[in-house]
């Protein structure tokens, strides 16, 4: 069993940062990728994603604000949140792929996480 949970979201106003964490437990061999998606009304769309080496990638709607980051020891992926939008406005999302002890690998989410931008 895996579990991942999130935390850091909340409200804010345009402009404002928000950090979120997302942190994964239980039986983990090791951790692939971890990223972040968002679901809006009509729509989901991945955020950011980093791999198992550090290297991140980002949605176009967030390259120069979002910063994807991961901590291999705590097991935990971030995403710093600077100059938000209203149109940022969304439940967030973490996932990850795990390698467990035997061998087998599974994708797992979290429960997600409200963030609200006002304008």
């Known amino acids: 069993q895996v579990q991942l949970v999130e935390s850091g979201g909340g409200l804010v106003q345009a402009g404002g940062s928000l950090r979120l964490s997302c942190a994964a437990s239980g039986s983990i061999f090791s951790i692939n990728t971890m990223a972040w998606y968002r679901q809006a009304p009509g729509k989901r769309e991945l955020v950011a994603i980093i791999?198992?080496?550090?290297?991140?990638n980002y949605a176009d709607s967030v390259k120069g604000r979002f910063t994807i980051s991961r901590d291999n020891a705590k097991n935990t992926v971030y995403l710093q949140m600077n100059s938000l939008k209203p149109e940022d406005t969304a439940v967030y999302y973490c996932n990850t792929q795990v390698w467990v002890p035997g061998g087998s690998a599974g994708n797992y989410w979290g429960q997600g996480t409200q963030v609200t931008v006002s304008s």
């Open positions: 791999t198992s080496g550090g290297s991140p």
